[in-house]
């Protein structure tokens, strides 16, 4: 083989590549990262949360859009969320141990039942004294406002809070405690009553999973929808 013919031999392997600056690879690189990131973005952050709310909106529309309790026309809670009822008109929910800031004092915190915004327990375990004295007093206090025995057996629910803090329901046998309470103090028959307390009890998940239990805020809205010549 000549000089010549030597002169005119290809490249080895890799020398091409070489050549090219790194500045330029780089390049590539970087544009290659930046299309990956903006599909993804496109996928994840806007094509798929669409997608999830359009199917939910279009088969769930009450659940997704947070299973809101109506009045005329207003909002007036949240089927998943518990409110505080004092009066003895009401039935009354579970315990709730949620806080909130307290305005007066930075750094502290205040009770605030069914504080939707910062859902919790109280965290104390069953060798707390604190709780076994916050239970002793509200099963004293269950007792007291419901007209009961100085020995009745009390619910479990009527004297401990839920994990949440925002359990909306209360136990079937909770409610008939406190039936006859609510409707001395509202002036109806019991069995009137006991007819609202059956239709706001909810049956088990599947006819299988958890317990009978009864959503406070749809049976006291059913109370005082009831014809103002049947309440005082």
């Known amino acids: 083989m000549t000089s010549l013919d030597s002169d005119k031999r290809l490249p080895a392997p890799g020398a091409q590549q070489a050549a090219v600056p790194a500045a330029a690879g780089w390049g590539r690189t970087l544009g290659s990262s930046a299309r990956a990131a903006v599909l993804v973005l496109l996928l994840c952050g806007v094509a798929y949360p669409l997608a999830t709310t359009g199917v939910a909106q279009a088969l769930l529309p009450h659940a997704a859009n947070g299973s809101l309790v109506l009045r005329d026309g207003q909002i007036v809670g949240s089927a998943l969320i518990g409110q505080q009822f004092d009066s003895a008109r009401y ?9 909130a800031p307290d305005p007066k004092q930075e750094g502290a915190s205040i009770a605030a039942p ?3 915004g910062l859902s919790g327990a109280s965290n104390q375990g069953v060798s707390s004294q604190g709780l076994a004295d916050s239970v002793a007093e509200r099963v004293a206090q269950y007792r007291s406002t419901n007209g009961l025995a100085a020995d009745a057996a009390v619910p479990v629910d009527a004297v401990t809070a839920s994990a949440s803090g925002l359990d909306p329901h209360i136990s079937v046998a909770n409610a008939q405690l ?14 009137q009553v006991q007819q609202l ?3 706001a009890t909810q049956q088990r998940t599947g006819y299988l999973l958890g317990e009978p239990r009864v959503n406070v805020l749809a049976l006291n809205m059913a109370l005082d929808a009831l014809p103002t010549r049947s309440q005082p």
């Open 178 to 191: 406190q039936l006859p309470r609510v409707a001395r103090e509202r002036q109806l028959p019991p069995a």
């Open 91 to 99: 039935f009354h929910g579970r315990p709730s141990a949620t806080t």
């Open 114 to 116: 069914y504080n939707a």
């Open 197 to 199: 307390l059956d239709q």
